[in-house]
């Protein structure tokens, strides 16, 4: 239900309750007092007229008070033989066709017309609950905090939770949900939802996710200094409510071993590896770091010491390393690792010997314990063996001509043996020249050295590079030499590398990055004089030698055009936990790419999101560049709603025709915004971007998928949703890695209780007063909606109908109702409810969790007391009745007024409610919603009242059809509940008085009917292409002037408007657009004028299909959609007719005509 803004009150409920007689006794007599000086501030009430939703904030205001009409849809028999149409009863007042819609009134009535009800404090409350009491730390959870809002609305409400300090207050891990307006202060580790204005009866929830950092958090750490509070402008605070503590399980699970890196040969050098490793990819849930670790290894008797990795220092024949401050836990498989190399030299050892050697691992944990591992490894000592692995690898599969290639080597010694002599030559191909040469570090904690060579086409000897020979470690720096640095001659490059290892020590392996290799131009033509074209490959092949063996890999490459190479690189950027509830925003970056696979520029490309059905797009909230030197143009952002009916949002940011080319390495970064639609089902969520246009010709399509193969989770998929709207259904575009969001459940129940006096046209919703007269009439209407996704039962409605001095249903205080409506009649409630009635004044009710003091056992009864006017107390118990997300339902109770009140006297009333979710019966907050008031007005005898009659005054231009003579009065049934229309004559059958939703009041005030009230109703059959005349009658037949009076008339679907039909006659109103079509016709104050269907001076419009009347008339109802056109006539101020034909302007008629389809 939408909620209209409430005007703001103080909290000061007590100051207010003390002046609340003294000021509504005072605002009677003001409105007692203007009421005698001017009738026409009085509110018109029509009774069965019926006006669309009043004013925000002013519901007993109406600024523009329309009266209108509409014709119901005419039905049509249809004959095949005849192809002819029967006119149904369409042309009665209200039931028959048309209804009065409206009024415009002015003046000071808007002023009167905006009491409020008695000002009263919303009530707050919260109560917090945890999705878990024991957690791994690492491992999120939630606390879910219930909140709601009773009896007045609750303004610039906030909640605040304060996280305790074992809690990971990172706010990259911390995500908040509910509500639309929450942020996070990790220096203070708050919390905080700003949920604007509440509405009294709101209950919901907000929910925080979180987790206890993994590493640190010792076994055992609890959550208990976890406080919140709720505050609000004009409410009582809830401050410092501690959460349910959550307790963190936390234990050591590193893995300590020692293993063989390499070798294990007699007389041959073999390392040792000593790891501390997380166990697998989650190594951090419910983990522990290692902190102040010293790492020792106690060598075996005879062991000859040659090197320890990471600065371990040798004493006696024990390897330290120690003062290591932490070894972290990740959630990847990562380890800390420490290499040892030593040899097994005879005679000392022999082969078959199976030396053992320990380890010692010490660390303190987090609660300062300490721990002491000791692992052990045993080998057995073997005959020397040669072994490698060799790999050449390029980097990009294509180039073009003037790219830059890179080579690189990967070589292992996976023997048992150095190897001796060994060297590598590259012979460079004659479609590349060399221009960097790089030396790159080593894995696994064994190191060498290397010297560089190179040979020229000018000199066949090889020259040592500068700075040879170079270290290799573990140091992750590399050397890279620049050919330019070379000294070489013009015309002078490089022939031939030679990479000399001398001896390659075992457990040398090559490091992917830096690498060892070399970078090389393509040429435009290659050395032999021939060009370099697309479609060329080019080859590249390095030997190995070394004493006793030899190897040699080799690479190719294409050469091709220019290509771009794209794709879209998507991430969660809020919140990072992917946990979102209905309302919340989530917030996504992509990056579009144009990689250094590329060999051209990415021209005008589209990234499109087709967004999951349950998020709507917001904004983008900003779009960065990695180019340099590059103007990015500033794309069209296209949203594309229900895109081609699939219910879903289309997001396309589009370069096309902006001229844009992104360079080869570069991105684009744009960050957008959506919304969790409300009542989006639970459950896991995918959202992907798409690469789905560009304006090249050729795409490299190696960076999305390879060579068909999910790439980093992007994939080529056919674009079945024809993404870029090119209606082509069956090509292929580049879908980015997923990015997922899990939807969880949200709990929210709204309800409103609204009052309609008999001086009301509409329900009234509260801070705003209903208008009643003593003896008169009241009914109560209770709206309840599912806000959430959560479906909700056990609702329990508690209502303490009003009475002298009584006090709110489901918290503390006094309502201030001054008199006792008595309940009408036994009540009806929808689905399988229960309605139960009590007759003690001040019962208990711990359905919605309060007993006031003094309260009586309520006595529920099934069946009503006798007389119904003793119940003081109603409740409804909808049991297993199961509230599906977005259901709503309402159900209205009628109240009689004593005849003994007096004006200005008002009623509160309001009713509790208490609703548990259906998934895990998990209560929400109890609520009581904001008190619907009437006031009690003296009796006014100033309405105003306009009624209409519609009849059939023509047919083909004859007033002779079927045996019918429309020239003549036809009377109809004066029954309302037979199709009859008590307004077409001078007899009163419509009893008094008028309740709301009565009919309205008759008249005996019509010129003499018999001559003026001409035409019918029924005219039989007629036939396509037929001519037929509408006739509208109008009389004002109040207490007072009908101002602003406007009438609209819907046509049928199955006729025509004829637009030129009185261009001939009566006279054309002046005001008019001279010479165009006149197809309306005004009689008022014996004055016959007709009038322009266009937008012009004169009073009259027609409205084509499809144009709404409210674009000119804001406040206009036709009564349904103007799906064939409209008449609207500004029929002006109609005074009331004191007899048949008095005043000669208070009645008047409006024509037109429409031919059959």
Known sequence: MNRRNQTSRSWYRHLVETFLSLITNILSLISWLITLLNHNWRRISTNSLRHPKYSVGFPRQVPFLHLLHRTR???????????????RRSLQLQRWGFFLLGLVLSGLMT??????????????????????TTVDSGIFFTYTINYSCSISSCEDVQISTILDSDLDNNSANVSLSGGNNSSYNQGTSNAIWNLGNLSAGESSQVSLTLRFPPGITPNGAQSETTTTSITSTNSPDITGQTAPTVTAIATNKMIVSKSISAGGALGQDTVYRIDVCNPDADGDIGSINFNNINISDTLPAGVTFVSASDGGTLSGSTVTWSAISSFEVDNKSSCLSRFLTVRYDPPTYNLGDTPTNNATVQATLPDGSVINETPSETLTLVTPQPSLSFNKARQFPIRKVGDTQQFRFRIENTGTQALDNFVLTDTIPSEIEVTTIRIGDVEGGVSTSVTVQYQTNLNSTFTTVLGSPFTMSTSGNGTTVDVASLGLAAGEYITQLRYNYGTLPIGFKDRNSPYTGFEAQVLTTDRNGNSVNAGDIISNTADINYTGGSTSDSVDFDIVEEIPSGFTNKVLLEPLSGIVFPGDIVKYRFDLRNTNNATGTLVEPVVADFLDENLEYVDTTS????ISGVSVPTPTIEVLDNYNSTGRQLIRWNWDGTGFQQPIGSRVRIEFQARVKAGSPIGTYQNYTHLVDYDNTLFNSIDCNGNGTNKGGRLYVTDVNDLDGDSNITEQICQSNPVEIEIKELAKLDAVKLSQGDLDSNFVEPPNLAQATADGTIQYKASITNLGNVALTNLVVVDILPSAGDSYVAISGSRGSQWLPTLAGTLTVPGAATVYYSTVSNPCRPEVDHSPPGCSAPGWSTTPPSPISDVTAIKFDFGSTVIQPSEAFEFIWPMNIPATVNPGEVAINSFGYKVVRNDNSQPLSTAEVIATAVEIQQPVANKPNVLLVKRITAVNGSTNINGNDLSTYINQQDDLNTDGNPYDDNDITVPTPINPGDPQVDTDKWLDPTTFLIGGIDVGLVAPGDEIEYTIYFISTGDNIANNVLLCDRLPNDVTFIPNAFNSTPAPDLSGLPGSDRGIVLSLGSSD?????????????????????????????????????????????????????????????????????
């Open 73 to 87: 849809q005419m039905g049509f028999w249809y004959f095949p033989k005849q192809l002819r149409y029967r006119l």
């Open 1089 to 1157: 004028v007709s009038l322009t269907n266009a937008e012009d001076g004169d009073s009259g419009q027609f409205f084509p299909a499809g144009v709404d009347p409210t674009t000119k008339y804001p406040h206009i109802n036709c009564g349904g959609s103007n799906t064939n056109g409209a008449v609207v006539v500004e029929v002006g101020n109609l005074p009331h007719a004191i007899s048949p034909g008095v005043p000669h302007d208070s009645y008047g008629f409006i024509r037109f005509r429409s031919r059959v389809n």
């Open 623 to 626: 779009m960065t560049t990695a």
């Open 111 to 132: 002023v009167m017309q905006g009491l409020t009800i008695p000002v009263y404090a919303g009530t707050l409350q919260i109560n917090q609950s945890a999705s878990t």
